[in-house]
Each structure stands twice: as C-alpha cells, then as structure tokens.
C-alpha cells in the first residue's frame, strides 16, 4: 500500500530505500527491507499495476564481533568505563582490569584507550584521563547496521572492514513506475470461473487472474517401488554380476508334468495334494505332452532306467496333465534346463525368442573337461525371481503366494563343493555371511541341504533356502550327458525383505493392509 500510495502522489518511486514502511520511523535502507519490499513488487507486478527496475549496490553489516560491539560498546570504550576517574578513586591494577572485562576485551581495549587519550596510567594501576568520551567505532556500527554505509565515508568503512567489524555484502534496491493495470487498492482477481458467475452473467466483467505458466505446480505423486522389488532388483544384480542369465517365469500355470514329473516328483508325493497344491478347473487339462521325453519320464517313475529303480508305482497320465499353479519356480527350470539338453538330444537349437532375457549365458567349451567328442552340451547359469503359489494356511508369515528366488548351474562334473561355495558367495553378497548347511530331503535333489544363516538380530540360526544336485533321474531322460552335474537352489524374496525391512508380520508387506505411505518412504535396499 506504500508503495502504491507513493507512486499515486508522486507518479515514480526514483529510490525504494527512501520509503518509510509501515511501523517504521526512518527509511527503508536496510537489505532486509529491500528484500521485504521486493516481495511486494513482485506481487504487484504480476497484477501489472506496476513495473519496476532492479539496482545493486554494495552495502555492509557488522560482523558477529561488530554486532557485540553495537551492543556493548567498543572494546577501548569498556576497558574505560571500567576504570575510576584520574584522582577520585583507586587506580584499577592489570589484573583487576582483565577481572572486569575479560581477558582478550582488555588487552585489545587498552592499547586503543591509550590511543585515543581515554585512559592513563597512574602508579600500578590505571585511571581515566578523559571524563566523557565519544565511542566512535560503535556509533559508526550503529550506522552501518541501519543504513548499509557510512555518511563519513570509505576510510572509515575500510578501517572497519580491516578490523573485521564489517563485511561487504550484495543489496539491492529499486526504481519504481505505474503499470497499465495501476489503482491504489488491489482488487482481489478471480480464480475459477463458477457455476453462479456464468448464471449471472458477472464473468463479463469479473476481473480474472492470470495464468502463471512460469508456476512449477503441485509435485505430483510419482509411483513408488514395492520393497519386494527393491530386494527383487538388489537379487538380480548380484546373479548377473555372477553371470547368470535370467529365465523366463512368465508362465503362473504348469501342468503336473513339469511341476512334478519331470522333476521326479512321484504322483502320490504329499505337495501335489490338493490342500497343498492348487489346480485349475477350466481348463483342467493339458494339451497332450512331447511323446518321447514324456515316455522316458513316465518310464524312469514307474520302473526305473538309468540306474536308477524308480518308484515302481503306479503312473497316471491324467495326473501329470492336470493343469496347476506352479508351486516352485523349478518347474520353470525345468523347462530351461531341458531346452538346454536339446543339443544333446541331437535336436537342432531353436532360435527362441525369449528363452533368455537378460545377462550372458557362457555359450563356449567348458573348462570341466570337454568330450572327446563334441555332445552338444553348454554350460549354463540361470536365474529367477518370480512367483510361486502354495494352498497354505495363511498365518503371519505365510500367503497362498509368495516369490521364489533361484538359481541352476549345470556344468560336467559340478560337486557338491561347488554348490556350496556358489552359495557362500551368493549370500554373501546378499550380506548374509555366516551360513550353514544341514542335509534334507527333496524328490528332485540328492544331497538336498537346507541352508541356514546366523541372524543376528534374533540372535539365533533361521532357515532361508534349500538346495541340491539335481537327481540323473531327472537330468538323463532330458538327455544330459552323464558327466553333466546340475546344482540349484531356491528361497523366498519375503524372507530377506522382512528381515531387511524390520517387518514381522507379512500382511504388513502383501496385501490390502500395506500402507502406500510406507511403501512410498522406505528406504531404497543396498546389500
Ligand atoms: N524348489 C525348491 C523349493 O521350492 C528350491 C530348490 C530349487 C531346491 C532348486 C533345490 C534345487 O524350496
């Protein structure tokens, strides 16, 4: 209102420091002004009721020693007010003097007293030898404070600038000139063009606000990754760094071949119940599977082949073809690892698209002794992270769905050491590094070990994957070689995400219970 008061009266503001605001006594010279004042003209522009130009100029402000001395007074000036009067009291000792003032205010203050005529010495001590004086450097600071300069001049501020009482500092200041939308009140633009407005017609003459395109907006709500797929991420650059290749698990659905069969799993095994599996009712069954590996499979389950006795029980093929939920990634292994053997089979390579999607594969001899004879066999590492679907009792740690983290290696002649030392490194990575391997049981694997780590916020061993080599009842109907050993090993991505997150409960994590605004804030994982 200042400011559109004074062009009203004047037409033109030459200087912004020469306006008084309100509350104040004196003119608006200080930089916090200015700025204050800057604000309004913005404002006030953007209305085009003025236009205005900008003018810097170099001011000063006291330093925080300069800010004690407008407020203490100078050094020099409170050594001589501590002193007595030259003849009307005990002259004050050196001592005494750096009692009452401090240490470094007497030292640096004597010598200007002495300077300036202020102080003299009397005997030990010391007296006043002026009655009154004039404290210069703290009135000169004073007006520095106010006005940014000195009406006295450059030597002094040089002077000052010297003792470190002042610094130079950018300011600026402002000539002002009405605008095409100029009045002395400013009325309030519309911002929304209403219902009533277009009714009575009052838009004709309502006066609009402007579109500001400069406006950088509200920040939108970008999207936020789910911590399973910050972990899902970490995983997957610690295989590729490995130089693993990823598989494709695109496939939710499975028929019993692959999700058991092929893998050896017998028909009357307990997880292809249906309280642990579930199966789909339309459609319930498969087209019909590849004659001669099928005959192979079914042959090694019900008597055996390849030196193996088999189950010799009896085999369905209604069984194997009844379409599922994949209750482990292995099926999708399964599927890689006999496309893989199809060179072996002595089938020429399809050039499939999407049989390998990311990373690199090793594609050239192997270092584990190659055949006299090239039998077609590459080795391969490959890995996935994907989900799997099990008939479970959901509890706090449980869902019917959760992810399954693998990873097969197949090479000639793999131990058990090197599935166990691939294991180390893969954990440790993960920055598990104390783990242990106990022997287990799966129908696929032999040995199967269980893998434990030493969790040191529980303070106790938790289960966080299980492994094997794969079984050549499995491996040699696909037509592996017999030297081709193949190692895997699978485990949950909930786990360590819980374990990372600190959450114990997993409807906290999957679920209509998640709490987007956790998800949006926690933290991004770094093993
Ligand atoms: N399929 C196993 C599971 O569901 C994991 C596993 C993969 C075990 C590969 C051995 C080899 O727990």
Same mark, same amino acid.
């Given at each position: ?229 910050? %972990? ?20 939710? %659905? ?45 042959? %090694? ?40 053997a199809a060179a072996c089979r002595g089938?020429?390579i ?24 090239d039998d077609g066999f590459r ?102 070689p ?42 991004? %994982?770094?093993?």
């Amino acid at each position: 209102q200042v400011i559109l008061d004074t062009l009203d009266a004047e037409s033109t503001i030459k200087d912004t420091r020469a306006l008084v605001l309100p509350g104040e006594t004196g003119p608006a010279i200080s930089n916090d002004a200015q700025i204050a004042i800057l604000g309004a003209l913005n404002s006030l522009s953007s209305r085009d009721m003025i236009s205005y130009a900008t003018h810097e100029v170099i001011s000063h402000v006291p330093t925080p020693e300069g800010s004690q001395i407008v407020e203490q007074g100078s050094n020099e000036a409170r050594v001589w007010a501590a002193l007595p009067l030259k003849g009307q009291g005990e002259p004050i000792t050196p001592n005494q003097l750096k009692k009452a003032v401090g240490d470094e205010v007497a030292k640096v203050g004597q010598g200007r007293a002495f300077k300036n005529g202020w102080i003299a010495k009397e005997g030990d001590g010391l007296v006043k030898s002026a009655p009154e004086i004039k404290d210069i450097t703290r009135d000169d600071l004073l007006e520095i404070k106010s006005t940014g300069t000195l009406k006295s001049g450059e030597k002094a501020l040089a002077d000052l600038r010297k003792r470190k009482l002042i610094v130079q500092k950018k300011g600026q200041w402002f000539s002002v000139t009405k605008g095409p939308s100029f009045s002395t009140s400013i009325a309030k633009p519309e911002t929304d063009l209403t219902v009533e407005m277009l009714a009575s017609g009052s838009w004709k003459t309502s006066a609009f606000k402007k579109y500001n395109f400069e406006a950088e907006g509200i920040p939108t709500n970008g999207g936020a990754l789910h911590p399973l797929l910050k %972990v899902r991420e970490e995983i997957r650059n610690i295989f590729l760094e490995m130089g693993f290749a990823e598989m494709p698990t695109q496939s939710f %659905v499975e028929s019993g071949f692959w999700c058991f069969d092929a893998l050896f799993v017998p028909q009357q095994h307990p997880a292809r119940d249906l309280q642990d599996t579930f199966y789909l009712s339309d459609p319930a069954i498969s087209l019909p599977p590849k004659k001669d590996y099928y005959g192979l499979v079914s042959k %090694v389950h019900e008597h055996g082949g390849f030196g193996s006795t088999g189950y010799r029980a009896p085999w369905v093929e209604e069984e194997s073809r009844k379409l599922l939920l994949r209750t482990h990634t292995t099926a999708s292994s399964a599927h890689m690892l006999y496309k893989l053997a199809a060179a072996c089979r002595g089938e020429k390579i399809s050039s499939d698209k999407g049989e390998y999607t990311h990373g690199a594969s090793s594609t050239t001899g192997s270092d584990r002794g190659d055949p006299a004879q090239d039998d077609g066999f590459r080795p391969a590492k490959l890995f996935s992270i994907d989900r799997v679907f099990r008939n479970e009792t959901m509890d706090a740690t449980h869902l019917a769905e959760f992810h399954q983290v693998e990873g097969v290696v197949a090479d000639r002649n793999l131990t058990l050491a090197d599935l166990i030392g691939f294991m180390r490194v893969f954990f440790d990575k993960m920055g598990i590094e104390q783990v242990r391997f106990k022997p287990a049981y799966n129908p696929y694997t032999e040995p199967s070990l269980e893998i434990f780590a030493f969790h040191p916020m529980l303070n106790r061993w938790v289960e966080v994957g299980n492994s094997g080599m794969f079984r050549p009842e499995m491996l040699e109907p696909m037509g592996f070689p017999k030297d081709v050993r193949v190692h895997g090993w699978g485990l949950s991505l909930e786990r360590p995400t819980m374990i990372r997150y600190g959450i114990n409960n997993i409807r906290t994590l999957v679920g209509h219970k998640v709490s987007i605004e956790g998800i949006e804030n926690s933290p991004a %994982v770094r093993f």
